[in-house]
């Protein structure tokens, strides 16, 4: 009989800090306010993104954006009932296309590719 151990292998369900953030942020009465979205089952998250890049790719190049630890955004959002973490989400609505009827068709969106993470 072999035991195989694996002391160095982190337990699936342990957080890694993803370090300094790039999150979607709104205009408000006193500067800047972080942006919450909802997941697909509808409960609130806060995102953020590992890179520029990646927060331009999903949200667009207008998207204004602070950085932030992990940290500070989960002690943010928390107050507000957000207490999951997304990060690096992909958009996951699909683009509206008019019919030749004049009409708009909506095709059905895919699973999210994200990595949620809660408190």
């Given at each position: 009989?072999?035991?195989?151990?694996?002391?160095?292998?982190?337990?699936?369900?342990?957080?890694?800090?993803?370090?300094?953030?790039?999150?979607?942020?709104?205009?408000?009465?006193?500067?800047?306010?972080?942006?919450?979205f909802r997941t697909p089952l509808g409960?609130?998250?806060?995102?953020?993104?590992?890179?520029?890049?990646?927060?331009?790719?999903?949200?667009?190049?207008?998207?204004?954006?602070?950085?932030?630890?992990?940290?500070?955004?989960?002690?943010?959002?928390?107050?507000v009932g957000a207490s999951?973490?997304?990060?690096?989400?992909?958009?996951?609505?699909?683009?509206?296309?008019?019919?030749?009827?004049?009409?708009?068709?909506?095709?059905?969106?895919?699973?999210?590719?994200?990595?949620?993470?809660?408190?």
């Open positions: 009989m072999c035991l195989f151990q694996y002391e160095d292998d982190p337990e699936p369900e342990e957080q890694v800090p993803a370090g300094p953030l790039y999150v979607p942020v709104r205009p408000g009465r006193a500067g800047v306010v972080v942006r919450l409960a609130r998250t806060a995102v953020g993104f590992t890179s520029a890049e990646r927060l331009t790719a999903t949200l667009g190049a207008a998207q204004p954006w602070i950085r932030l630890s992990e940290s500070a955004l989960r002690a943010m959002a928390e107050p999951v973490l997304t990060v690096d989400p992909t958009l996951t609505a699909p683009a509206v296309t008019a019919t030749a009827t004049g009409s708009a068709t909506t095709p059905v969106p895919q699973a999210p590719e994200t990595a949620a993470r809660t408190a």
